[in-house]
């Protein structure tokens, strides 16, 4: 709300919401497979749906890295303890779910490809 304002720079507002959008291309991706649920015979084909579910789930690993990253160089400057420790938290949680999803084959899976 305060991009809105014009008290902070969008630019910066875009840096403090990386890892947001991150799981929301995982929320989009997971709804496209829930889509795919309905439709199995979609889902050895490249269609929108399986490559949306390709594409956010590799967002979300690249979004939820860069705002792991951007937390920890912002550290220090953040003034609110209880800020400072619920986003490291946060974004640590989200690096194991990049983590976990990308050890079972989740992260970028091609489902057209089998």
């Known amino acids: 709300m305060k991009a809105l304002f014009n008290k902070l720079s969008w630019k910066e507002y875009f840096k403090r919401s ?4 991150g799981v929301l291309s995982l929320i989009i991706a997971f709804a496209s ?3 795919l ?3 199995v015979q979609l889902m050895g084909t490249v269609n929108f749906y399986t490559v949306t579910f390709c594409i956010g789930t ?5 979004l ?6 951007m937390t920890i160089k912002r550290f220090g400057q953040i003034t609110n303890k209880w800020t400072k420790w619920y986003l490291l938290v946060t974004t ?7 983590i976990f999803y990308f050890h079972y084959d989740w ?3 091609r489902m057209w490809s089998y």
Do not use: E, Q, R
């Not at 590799?58 to 690249?62: E, H, M, Q, R, T």
């Not at 939820?64 to 990253?69: E, Q």
């Not at 640590?92 to 990049?98: F, N, R, S």
């Open 92 to 98: 640590t949680w989200l690096i194991c779910l990049v």
């Open 58 to 62: 590799i967002l979300f690993a690249v």
């Open 64 to 69: 939820s890295i860069a705002g792991f990253i």
């Open 33 to 35: 497979l829930a889509y």
């Open 18 to 21: 990386i890892s947001t959008f």
């Open 37 to 39: 649920g309905t439709k």
């Open 107 to 109: 992260i970028g899976l």
